[in-house]
Nanobody, 116 residues
Framework: HVQLAESGGGLVQPGGSLRLSCAAS????????MSWYRQVPGQSREFVAA???????NYADSVEGRFTISTDSATNTVYLQMNSLRPEDTAVYYCNARTLISDNYWGQGTQVTVSS
């Protein structure tokens, strides 16, 4: 049974920081590509950041230089450190795991609100 459990969302002022966590179980974490996506109501889910099994990272242009994705293999957790947050970063953030055989799994999402 695959489970991706996100946490760490909340309300933060513009310019502030948050760290999202996603604890994975039921997958070969070390062989999976882990990603973060986000979605605003009425819009499509959009890519934010990804990290491959060998540690290569990729970011959306809108978050490059402000967000950092990382993993902890000891706890099967992927993190998204978000700095210099802007109101336009407000969204539900979803954790995604893509396995070696291209199975795709999603977490339940965590709300991030950037507002003064």
């Amino acid at each position: 049974h695959v489970q991706l459990a996100e946490s760490g969302g909340g309300l933060v002022q513009p310019g502030g920081s948050l760290r999202l966590s996603c604890a994975a179980s039921g997958i070969y974490f070390d062989y999976s590509t882990m990603s973060w996506y986000r979605q605003v109501p009425g819009q499509s889910r959009e890519f934010v950041a990804a990290i491959t099994s060998v540690g290569a990272t990729n970011y959306a242009d809108s978050v490059e230089g402000r967000f950092t994705i990382s993993t902890d293999s000891a706890t099967n957790t992927v993190y998204l450190q978000m700095n210099s947050l802007r109101p336009e970063d407000t969204a539900v953030y979803y954790c995604n795991a893509r396995t070696l055989i291209s199975d795709n799994y999603w977490g339940q999402g965590t709300q991030v609100t950037v507002s003064s």
